[in-house]
């Protein structure tokens, strides 16, 4: 989709999760193109301190404003990315995931109060469309009905004591989605444990095949979705934005370091982050300080000792390690941690080795960043990954069908795989696309020749960033999320275990030091 007006931005920016990169790139170059034209740098870091200062602020963040404070998508959009990565750079913050930063999530609360905000400024025709977004069905091809989702927004007067305006849905086309009901005070019900029925006040009606929902439950249904769709703009902004303009709004702003720096001077560490899974954070603390000890790898069988002395030395100022290593009482107690997690099902890299004196035992706790190796003879070996053994499943007809993001996905890793990546470029393409054939052929029944060579060469030729080929998605991609089975319960990560070309390693190495791309030409 050509992102060329205003409501297609905001479109794009209120279904970021469900639109690719090229479209979500168009959206914030629009915002960088205003501030080109405008104010510049000084203008931008302004800005972004002026949302912070208004996201870190629960009385704003959470107030409903009559009239838009924002206009233009691009600018939000932009705003919403740079203060959330910018926060993203603080060490304390720099291994945790944007979902667990509490800061990012207020940006992301404000971020949404901002769009909806001015979503609601848009005429009837156009919320209409939002709607028949929200309410439509999947495509099922064993029985066609309507792809449309609301068809009308109709006035009821009668219908309901609470609500006049209603989207008008055909039957036929209709979900479970389009039950709205109202109870403790917001929109979605429950079911009750003892008779297994729905709990709540029904608001839909249904009149000559049509069912009818309150537009109120479609703005509730458009707010509850922001959170996806704001991770999908700032996990892409992550990657596509030059890290370098990142660090300058770090630098500069006059909010967010200082309200980071705050918090951990009161010890409100709870307001920073959220915690997550505390046998991760202890992993991490272990294999982050053995990497800091020559000598020591903890992908071997070292005793408990070693790794308890590598922590003792070690800052433990990454997200989790404090309260990780504060839980560790002794050498005794860390060992007997590691066992636990050992005997999970959970860790496949975490493994024990037991003598007749557990003072000896010997622990191997994995890395952080490697995996098993995969000997690639042809495509068909990369679903030894377990996530690409999903997708399979997940991308057949009787599912969800073809899925271009993660075709998309899929063709560009394809593209940087080694045998592929010294080719020339041209030549380079027709081997990606003729064994993109070969793989799609055999893996999925909606194959179709001429789509796919279409698809995969206009994937190829248009994914570009700036003139920059797009690294391959990798573990921590939102868009492979639905296919994972979780870190922590594979041996394997895409970066560590396919045959991927140094060069794309510099690269990534290159970035970290602050040379992505840029979006802002």
Same mark, same amino acid.
């Given at each position: ?17 469900? *639109? ?10 629009? =915002? ?13 870091? #302004? ?19 009559? #009239? ?16 959330? /990565? ?33 979503? =609601?400024?848009? +005429? ?15 495509? +099922? ?17 009668? %219908? ?5 305006? @209603? ?14 009901? @109202? ?5 979605? =019900?429950?079911?009750?444990?003892? $008779? ?20 109120? *439950? %479609?703005? !509730? ?44 001077? *009161? ?41 308890? +002395? ?5 800052? !433990?100022?990454? @997200? ?8 560790? &009482?002794?050498?005794?107690?860390? !060992? ?9 099902? $959970? ?23 490697? =995996? ?15 996530? @690409? ?47 993109? *054939? $070969?793989?799609?052929?055999? &893996? ?31 573990? +921590? ?6 296919? /994972? ?37």
């Amino acid at each position: 989709m050509q992102v060329d007006s205003y409501k297609k931005a905001w479109e794009v920016l209120a279904f970021a999760d469900e *639109h690719s990169n090229s479209e979500l790139k168009q959206v914030l170059d629009r =915002g960088f193109k205003e501030y080109a034209e405008g104010g510049g740098e000084e203008d931008l870091i #302004e800005d972004v301190d002026t949302i912070c200062e208004w996201a870190f602020n629960p009385t704003i963040r959470t107030k409903r404003f009559d #009239e838009p404070k924002l206009k233009v998508p691009g600018v939000l959009a932009v705003l919403s990315t740079l203060a959330s /990565c910018a926060i993203r750079k603080h060490e304390y913050l720099e291994n945790a995931p944007p979902e667990k930063i509490q800061l990012i999530q207020h940006v992301q609360y404000m971020h949404t109060n901002l769009l909806m905000t001015m979503m =609601g400024q848009f +005429d009837p025709d156009w919320f209409l469309h939002i709607g028949d977004r929200l309410y439509e069905k999947e495509l +099922d091809q064993a029985r066609p009905h309507p792809a449309c989702g609301a068809t009308a927004i109709v006035l009821h007067e009668d %219908a309901d004591p609470e609500f006049d305006k @209603f989207f008008e849905i055909p039957m036929v086309a209709a979900t479970e989605r389009c039950k709205a009901r @109202f109870h403790g005070g917001s929109w979605g =019900g429950r079911y009750g444990p003892e $008779d297994n029925e729905a709990v709540g006040e029904t608001h839909y009606h249904i009149r000559d095949n049509n069912i009818y929902v309150p537009i109120e *439950h %479609a703005e !509730a249904l458009l707010w509850e979705r922001q959170s996806n769709a704001f991770e999908a703009l700032i996990e892409f902004g992550w990657e596509a934005i030059d890290h370098d303009e990142i660090q300058t709004i770090f630098n500069e702003s006059k909010n967010i370091q200082p309200e980071i720096e705050d918090l951990l001077k *009161h010890g409100d560490k709870d307001q920073l982050w959220t915690d997550w899974d505390p046998q991760e954070n202890l992993l991490r603390l272990v294999r982050n300080a053995a990497n800091q000890v020559d000598d020591l790898d903890p992908t071997e069988y070292n005793k408990a000792r070693v790794y308890y +002395d590598a922590i003792e030395d070690y800052g !433990a100022n990454g @997200f989790g390690e404090s309260s990780a290593k504060e839980r560790i &009482k002794s050498v005794r107690s860390l !060992a007997n941690s590691l066992a636990t997690i050992a005997d999970s099902a $959970d860790y496949k890299q975490v493994d024990v080795r037991r003598y007749d004196d557990r003072r000896n035992s010997e622990y191997a706790v994995g890395s952080n960043g490697s =995996g098993k190796q995969i000997t690639l003879d042809s495509l068909d070996d990369i679903f030894e990954l377990p996530c @690409f053994k999903n997708m399979v499943e997940a991308l057949k007809l009787e599912n969800s069908g073809p899925v271009r993001k993660d075709l998309y996905n899929f063709v560009r890793m394809v593209y940087w795989l080694e045998g592929y990546h010294n080719l020339p470029e041209q030549q380079r393409e027709d081997a990606v696309v003729d064994d993109i *054939h $070969d793989l799609f052929e055999s &893996k999925w029944d909606w194959y179709d020749r001429e789509t796919t060579d279409y698809q995969a060469r206009y994937e190829l030729r248009n994914g570009d960033i700036n003139g920059n080929t797009p690294f391959p998605m990798h573990c +921590d991609n939102p868009d492979m999320q639905s296919h /994972c089975i979780g870190k922590h319960a594979c041996p394997y990560s895409i970066y560590g275990s396919l045959p991927f070309p140094q060069e794309m390693y510099d690269q990534l190495e290159d970035n970290e030091r602050g040379g992505q791309q840029r979006l802002s030409d």
